[in-house]
């Protein structure tokens, strides 16, 4: 069946550090990958995606890069900032399926 | 963009009562929608896929009869929590994706979230 691992948090980082989370799945087939953020409170919104090998998907200065040949998808941000507070979660979506499979998520906190 | 809302975003009710919660995707027909639950820290489970216009598929261990799913039309899905109990208070989530769009990413209501008292 479908996973999706996670680096585990909380990770706590000071202003302007730079970011990485990394996130390896299992799969079937080709699936499409997704880093979705949830703020305190809210439900999750999505960060960026991928649908095929060698994809970048990047939005407010996040990237991930889906490499089919370590089955990753590491989420990263050169220069974070207090309001990227949040938890994140890698996700994947493969073959016929609709729902997606989720990793456990990762607190982030960023310091002033 | 597509939006999915959801309602309310929090609900707070006393032991046996139910609790309806909705689900709207506004911009968009969705034929299948999916509700998660989520303990704090923790991640989403799936509870169950909202077909429109038949039955809900419930993932195992999920009770059918506590997790009443209705989904009427294409536009918007129900998650009822009857004789709720304390341990029922969770987060709820729904989400959608738009109709025939292979590898569309899900789109996420807000939440609801319950509280048991």
């Known amino acids: 069946g479908n996973s999706v691992t996670q680096m585990e948090g909380p990770v706590t980082l000071s202003e302007e550090a730079f970011l990485t989370i990394n996130c390896t799945y299992t799969a079937t087939g080709y699936p499409s990958l997704f880093w979705y953020v949830q703020y305190p409170g809210e439900g999750l919104q999505l960060l960026l995606k991928a649908t095929k090998a060698d994809d970048k998907g990047s939005n407010k200065g996040f990237e991930a890069t889906y490499r089919k040949e370590t089955t990753s998808f590491h989420l990263e941000k050169g220069s974070v900032q207090v309001s990227d507070s949040a938890v994140y979660f890698c996700a994947l979506i493969s073959g016929s399926a609709r729902q997606l499979t989720f990793g456990s998520g990762t607190q982030l906190t960023v310091l002033p | 963009g597509a939006v999915v809302s959801q309602h309310p975003s929090w609900v707070i009710c006393k032991s046996g009562t139910s609790v309806k919660i909705e689900c709207r995707s506004l911009?968009?027909?969705?034929?299948?929608m999916f509700w998660y639950r989520q303990f704090p820290k923790q991640s989403l489970m799936l509870m169950a896929t909202?077909?429109?216009?038949?039955?809900?598929?419930?993932e195992q261990g999920v009770e059918k009869d506590k997790f009443l799913i209705n989904h009427a039309s294409l536009t918007l899905s129900t998650l009822t929590v009857t004789s709720a109990h304390p341990e029922d208070s969770s987060f709820y989530i729904c989400?959608?994706?738009?109709?025939?769009?292979?590898?569309?990413?899900?789109?996420f209501g807000n939440g609801t979230r319950l509280t048991v008292t």
């Open positions: 989400s959608a994706s738009r109709q025939g769009v292979g590898g569309s990413p899900l789109h």
């Open positions: 911009d968009f027909q969705a034929t299948t």
């Open positions: 909202s077909n429109e216009g038949s039955k809900a598929t419930y």
